[in-house]
């Protein structure tokens, strides 16, 4: 039997990461036992993680990335406009993406299942033109990514997202928002507004139980509670995607929303402040292909 031809893989590490300094040498040699010729690359300068895999993609097969949400957030555009497929190890703070397509949490048991994938197309979300592949927030979880710096991330991982979650829920406020989507006009006081592309995000939670990558839908939901300890109630819901059951809580999925606010308000993409009221969501659909085991 024939070798499998080795495939170039562009190799880029997120030193910034939580784990990123856990690229082992193990990893490097399960990956290149595997039949991968690896190239690794990182942003000089002013360059994005996109600027980088848009100036490498020649004679490339797949782009490897080590990091987290944030990091993959930041290739989206270039592996939208190479076209090139993506393979993912976990060195993130929550690597909710991962977790969301069933990659282990583990990097060096990701790094050595990789070889067993095989690139499945994925769908996008964007808001105002900026892809993101778990879930974008206007509210509570915009406030929590503003203040949730990347050292306090890097230093107390998912212990540090709880610390600066009890300090902001107490006092952030509901506001005003103005929600049009599938030809309705409606108004509501919220105190959270959350539109997911994939299933998981912020550490583990869901935007929906049965959420999929690739389902072509975005999932809308609105928390319209009324005192921050309501908040506590829901978090068993929030954490496995069945919160739509609350009457606080308004839920829908759909391909195109837009959200108006009365003065401009952050928006959060995987983690990241990205852009700003008014957002106007979209889906993707099948944007990219990512190195996956098989979907269920």
Do not use: C
Not at 52 to 75: F, H, K, M, Q, R
Not at 130 to 142: E, T
Not at 168 to 185: C, K, N, P, Q
């Amino acid at each position: 039997m024939a070798p499998h031809p080795r495939r170039h893989a562009l190799l880029i590490v997120n030193p910034k990461a939580r784990n990123g300094k856990g690229f082992s040498p193990s990893m490097r040699s399960t990956l290149e036992r595997g039949g991968f010729s690896l190239v690794e690359k990182a942003a000089q300068g002013d360059e994005t993680l996109s600027d980088v895999i848009i100036s490498a993609s020649e004679g490339i097969d797949l782009v490897i990335v080590g990091g987290g949400d944030g990091t993959l957030n930041a290739a989206a555009k270039g592996l939208v406009q190479t076209g090139l497929p993506l393979a993912i190890l976990p060195l993130g703070t929550a690597n909710d993406f991962a977790r969301t397509i069933g990659i282990p949490a583990n990097p060096i048991d990701a790094a050595r299942q990789l070889l067993t994938y095989s690139p499945h197309p994925i769908d996008l979300g964007e808001v105002n033109g900026h892809l993101y592949f778990n879930v974008a927030s206007i509210g509570f979880s915009a406030e929590l990514a503003d203040k949730l710096s990347a050292d306090a991330k890097k230093k107390w991982g998912k212990l540090g997202y709880a610390i600066a979650a009890g300090r902001i829920v107490m006092r952030s406020e509901l506001f005003t928002a103005y929600l049009e989507h599938d030809g309705l006009t409606e108004k509501m006081k919220t105190f959270q507004i959350s539109v997911g592309n994939g299933k998981f995000y912020g550490g583990g939670m869901a935007v929906k139980s049965d959420a999929a990558i690739d389902d072509g839908l975005l999932d809308f939901y609105s928390l319209e509670i009324h005192h921050w300890w309501k908040l506590l109630q829901l978090l068993p819901s929030l954490r496995q995607g069945t919160h739509s059951k609350w009457d606080d809580v308004r839920a829908f999925s759909t391909t195109e929303v837009v959200i108006k606010t009365k003065k401009p308000r952050p928006v959060n993409t995987d983690g990241e402040l990205s852009t700003w009221t008014p957002a106007h969501f979209r889906l993707r659909r099948k944007a990219i292909t990512v190195y996956r085991p098989q979907p269920i």
